[in-house]
């Protein structure tokens, strides 16, 4: 698990580690510098030219350093300092006396005189305020130049917190931040500026960051292993748990076997899908390993006896994928929400129509899990998605909250959340997994966790992680333009192969 900080955190985190802890600034600025080296040095020779833009903060102090460094490592280096800011920190004195005894060159301008790489060292996480004026005329002066673009912890106008552009910002195509991702980074337009981001050990110990325990954190690969349910040596299918899958109306088959055949890949027991009768043989023959409970959608004692049947016979169930928003599929959805009290993982269709019956949700004695994308959360919540997008942890945690339920609300970073102050944001997967078909492969994913007895919130985090991952490895095998759902699946077995998972 790694912690993601806010602005506010980071400068708590930093305070704690100075002032409790007791580790002198000026270590910790010459950590940042050298690892901002190091990531220099692994990516250009020293043949190239570098300009090193900086104010007279602590994020310039860093600059300087770094200056410092590259001149002494023989490096064509230039500072340009705009001298904008009033103040200048203690730390950035001291730096900006080390390097002109030194010699190291400055610029008297931002032009494009042949720099391999432009550095920003302007603003650092603390930023609260928007870039007006000659300050934005030198971030503007940056991104014009044609190089590199490395931002030194995060790029200069970039909220911390939000990833909002407060006024203008610097367009990087890479970022080493400091200690701990910052959750600007990850959101809004954030993600988008800051490039390939490195997270760089720079001597603050985990004290520190425990200490503060930041709101948000994800998973990656490394924790998959401790986070998978333990199977069992002695065990059989029922071991595993029986997840039914209500959806797949009438030329919408794909959903509803998504899910399935995901939930089966996860390593679930068995697997019900309940659905329209005229897609029973194509799921007989695309996925004969799941059982068939089919009914007529015209005729109400049909639709009536397979919910009942699929109620009684399910620990999990997946509502929704496919289903529609007719008139049975309503019926569907009030009568599993009423009467079932076990786990439901509420998505596409299903959401849709609680979006129009919202106190089905709140008197629900199910425990439930909704997946909702950005539109669907819209629907829900009647916020519209520009809000919801820029306010995903806020929006996540209040609706969890007020319901009593876990959200995962699905975008590029997908944030979980069961109501709590803390709150999961994910940081795997692609852009190819911008496809039909991958939200009912995440629910099959989550389902088939809840089969195996994790609790709710815990296998929504996982299932998120193992989603994305499951999508790197599909991007790896099909590419992010060709890879579609079915790929997706395929990636769950790449993840999971090896039988260090099974005791």
Known sequence: MNYIASGDEMSRIDNYAINVIGIPQMVLMERAALSVYSYIESKFDKDSKVLVVVEGGNNGGDGL??????????????????????????????????????????????????????????????????????????????????????????????????????????????????????????????????????????????????????????????????????????????????????????????????????????????????????????????????????????????VREATKSMLSWSDVIILGPGLSTKEYATYIVEKVLRDYKGTIVLDADGLNIVAQNKQWLTDTQARVIITPHLAEMSRLTEVKTGEIKSNKYEVAKNFAKDNDIVVVLKDARTVVSEGGVQAYINTTGNNGMATGGSGDVLAGIIGGLCGQNMDEFEAAKLGVCLHGLAGQEAAISRGRYSMIASDIVKGITAVLKGDYYVG
């Not at 673009?149 to 080493?176: E, M, Q, W």
Request: with cysteine.
């Open 65 to 302: 350093a770094l200056a410092r460094i590259l001149h002494g490592n023989g490096y064509d280096v230039e500072i340009y300092w705009g001298e904008i800011l009033g103040k200048t920190s203690d730390a950035f004195k001291t730096q900006l006396e080390i390097v002109k005894k030194l010699n190291v060159k400055f610029a008297d301008d931002i032009v494009d005189c042949g720099y391999d790489v432009v550095v920003d060292a302007v603003f650092g996480a603390g930023l609260n305020r928007a870039i007006t004026g000659k300050l934005a005329d030198i971030i503007n002066a940056m991104n014009d130049v044609d190089a590199f673009k490395l931002a030194v912890d995060i790029p200069s106008g970039i909220d911390a917190t939000n990833g909002y552009v407060l006024g203008t910002a610097f367009r990087a195509d890479a970022t080493v931040t400091f200690a701990i991702m910052k959750m600007g980074l990850l959101t809004g337009m954030g993600y988008e500026y800051s490039g390939q981001v490195t997270v760089a050990d720079i001597g603050i110990p985990k004290k520190a960051i425990d200490y503060i325990e930041p709101d948000l954190y994800t998973y990656d690969g490394n924790d998959v292993d401790r986070l998978l349910p333990y199977r069992k040596f002695d065990s059989h299918k029922g071991s595993y748990g029986k997840i039914g899958v209500i959806g797949g109306s009438k030329n919408m088959a794909g959903a509803a076997m998504f899910s399935a055949e995901a939930a089966y890949r996860m390593g679930c027991g068995l697997v019900r899908i309940c659905t329209v009768e005229e897609n029973r043989e194509i799921m007989q023959s695309k996925l004969p390993e799941a059982m068939l409970t089919t009914f007529d959608p015209k005729d109400k004692n049909s």
